[in-house]
């Protein structure tokens, strides 16, 4: 019995369209590159993120003001960042409706929010718009009580953006010189900032007794976080790159040593004393600590003080 032969050549594909797309991966890249670097970003303010308001009426001045701009009730960075931009790049005037008020943001206003802010990032790494006056948590004791900076977060980060304040990059206070801030002010920082919240044991307690070695090491390099003047580098807002590589997280590594080495009730009344502003919780990923080998020594030019 014979077989039936199939003949290719009568066969034509040439026709079909599998519809795939070819392309050069390199190039590809270059055209993509600009969109991950921005997307990469932590900070960013665009310019669809400034909102410039004006009432009903009103002719904006030629050249522009900060003062009309805040006699409008602008705030300060939306305000600032509109005059610094380019006129074709300016986003439009949005006009009031007849009737409505506004109350201008006057000067003294906006420094009492910048300086709230400013000590927010400087203690806790971080600006905040939290609707809440609890004193202590929401609102540190030494703004409401000594300052007398006793509105909410909220309130002042509203005389600050229209958009959400962590939009701007927080490292701004790194470049406040601190020489002329009060004497209150600066002797409050000098009690700690930002960064440091797991040292306070380390610098508070006796050096424990019975350390293995590596005990030992690992508090003589936590010691020296604590003694050596504020930095920078270790600042939460500021942080270098290099303390994750070398050290490791910091305040989970400092916090999983002290409850290694410290009694707990020893912890506990630094805690009842606001000296440790928490009890430090374990965290099982934190070893660094373990094989930590150089002191810290604070660059001369990262000092914070």
């Not at 009737?99 to 905040?128: C, D, E, M, N």
Request: net charge neutral; glycine share 6%.
């Amino acid at each position: 019995m014979s077989a039936n032969k199939i003949d290719f050549s009568k066969v034509n594909l040439s026709g079909l369209d599998f519809k795939t797309i070819e392309f050069d991966l390199i190039e590809l890249a270059g055209k993509i590159q600009r969109f991950v670097h921005q997307g990469s970003q932590r900070y960013f303010v665009s310019i669809d993120d400034i909102k410039i308001q004006k009432l009903a009426g009103e002719q904006p001045p030629d050249p522009m003001t900060m003062e009309w701009l805040f006699e409008q009730g602008n705030p300060f960075f939306d305000s600032v960042f509109y005059i610094g931009l380019e006129d074709v790049k300016k986003p439009q005037i949005v006009e009031l409706p007849a009737g409505h008020t506004v109350s201008p943001i006057l000067p003294y206003a906006l420094a009492q929010a910048l300086f709230f802010q400013y000590f927010l990032i400087l203690t806790r790494g971080s600006v905040s718009d939290e609707d809440s006056l609890t004193v202590g948590t929401a609102v540190p004791s030494f703004l409401a009580k000594v300052i007398g900076l006793d509105k909410t977060p909220k309130y002042y980060a509203s005389l600050l953006s229209t958009f959400q304040l962590k939009k701007v990059d927080p490292a701004w206070a790194k470049f406040v010189p601190m020489k002329d801030l009060g004497k209150e002010c600066v002797n409050r920082l000098g009690l700690g900032v930002a960064g440091y919240r797991m040292g306070g044991p380390f610098k508070l307690l006796p050096k424990p007794t019975g350390m293995s070695a590596e005990q030992t090491t690992a508090y003589e390099i936590a010691h020296s976080f604590i003694s050596q003047p504020y930095s920078w580098d270790i600042h939460s807002a500021t942080r270098n790159p290099n303390i994750l590589t070398i050290y490791g997280p910091l305040n989970a590594n400092l916090g999983n040593l002290a409850l290694e080495i410290f009694k707990k009730e020893d912890l506990e009344r630094l805690v009842s004393t606001k000296a440790l502003y928490k009890l430090p919780i374990k965290d099982d990923s934190a070893t660094n600590y373990r094989s930590w080998k150089d002191k810290w020594v604070t660059p001369p030019n990262s000092k914070i003080f």
